[in-house]
């Protein structure tokens, strides 16, 4: 069960980096008649509370239905079982924190390349690490700050790389200069701040508390619907002069009248929005999934996977241009992410230790008449201690 959850975890979350680069690379035309492209993010947020809104509809669904076999089963059913003792306000501050990581992420992701988006989002688990330490009485040993100066190197490679490939690599750059790629890397540094508190926060209540999941995350999405609501009526107002954040008819961060417009002028964005809303409620099922029964260093772990998955398809749709040293990155900050949840440095230097110390105990216990290796020579030498 836990491997199909993880399976669903990386082909959702995958679509969904896919999708928001193809809505940002396709075109619609505006309320003021002009042509560009699609860059809403308040309104992406919105429909991914939307999508958690449907778990939870989901969740009453099959409550009530169970509820009406008077037999108990909804204890047992894998969807309803938990706590019936419920908060549902302690669902808001995560679903704050995820409106300003999601608003923060998918703008990175219109300014940045896709592959670079999904790689630097692994920088959430330094600051996991941190905030556990605080929240969780985690410890922070000395692999896991030689594996946060590993994640490190890699991330400055990465973003160093994006600044040198945009000269030839604009194919899914809506606004192809040095500044705008360097603020969506930035962006998207500062969103996993918010994302690692919003993780810690969660692991902690979900695994204190043996709440359903679906009706955790159907909260959360009830709130997230009523702050990014009201925050999209901030945005529709608020005058935006600096580029690339005004791309828009009156020049404003995110301009709800242009969301209509360009929906009904390319029937595509349509299509990308819909199936946007479907695989953002199995995203959010998953990842609450795997945090509550691993952890959320783990969830990051999972969620670096698809950093390969998401830089082949963008090379396979002619998004990208393969580039050596990204894959070098991507390589470092794999082992980064594998050293701190594994320590796989140091198993390998255990693992020696451990053979030689195998092939010195077989020496020492060879017949004495043949001596050491068969050769004949008598052991007279003192043991070792072990």
């Not at 894998?78 to 669902?91: I, K, N, Q, V, W």
């Not at 703008?107 to 390349?113: I, N, S």
């Not at 008819?249 to 595509?268: A, G, H, K, T, Y």
Request: charged share 15%; with cysteine.
């Amino acid at each position: 069960m836990n491997n199909i959850i993880i399976l669903l975890f990386l082909i959702s979350s995958t679509c969904n980096t896919l999708l928001i680069k193809w809505t940002n690379t396709l075109k619609g035309e505006c309320y003021d008649g002009k042509w560009r492209y699609f860059q809403h993010p308040v309104a992406l947020t919105f429909l991914m509370f939307l999508g958690e809104c449907i778990c939870f509809l989901i969740y009453k669904t099959i409550f009530a239905l169970l509820r009406r076999r008077n037999d108990g089963s909804e204890d047992n059913n894998l969807l309803t079982s938990g706590d019936r003792e419920f908060r549902p306000m302690a669902m808001l501050l995560p679903a704050f924190l995820n409106t300003i990581t999601t608003v923060m992420l998918l703008t990175g992701l219109y300014l940045t390349y896709a592959s670079s988006f999904q790689a630097i989002r692994c920088s959430t688990i330094i600051f996991i690490g941190l905030f556990g330490s605080i929240y969780l009485n985690q410890n922070l040993i000395g692999r896991h700050w030689s594996a946060i100066i590993i994640i490190a190197c890699g991330l400055t490679i990465i973003i160093s790389t994006d600044m040198q490939r945009i000269v030839y690599d604009q194919a899914s750059l809506a606004h192809p200069n040095s500044n705008a790629v360097l603020s969506g890397d930035l962006l998207i540094i500062c969103a996993s701040i918010f994302q690692a508190a919003k993780m810690i926060y969660e692991e902690k209540y979900v695994k204190a508390c043996n709440v359903p999941i679906l009706q955790a995350l159907g909260w959360q999405g009830v709130f997230g619907v009523v702050i990014t609501g009201i925050l999209g009526i901030c945005m529709n107002y608020l005058p935006t002069p600096i580029s690339p954040f005004n791309d828009s008819s009156r020049e404003v961060f995110d301009d709800l009248q242009d969301i209509f417009s360009q929906l009904q002028s390319n029937p595509w964005l349509i299509v990308a929005v819909c199936i946007f809303v479907v695989t953002t409620a199995i995203h959010g099922y998953t990842s609450l999934a795997i945090i509550r029964f691993s952890s959320s260093a783990n969830l990051i772990l999972a969620d670096s996977i698809r950093c390969y998955l998401v830089w082949l398809m963008a090379c396979l749709l002619e998004w990208e241009y393969i580039n050596l040293v990204t894959i070098i990155g991507y390589v470092i900050l794999q082992l980064g992410l594998i050293t701190y949840r594994r320590a796989i440095i140091l198993e390998w230097y255990r693992s020696i230790l451990l053979r030689l110390a195998r092939n010195r105990y077989a020496e020492m216990t060879a017949d004495p008449a043949t001596g050491i290796g068969g050769a004949g020579i008598p052991t007279n030498r003192p043991a070792d201690i072990i």
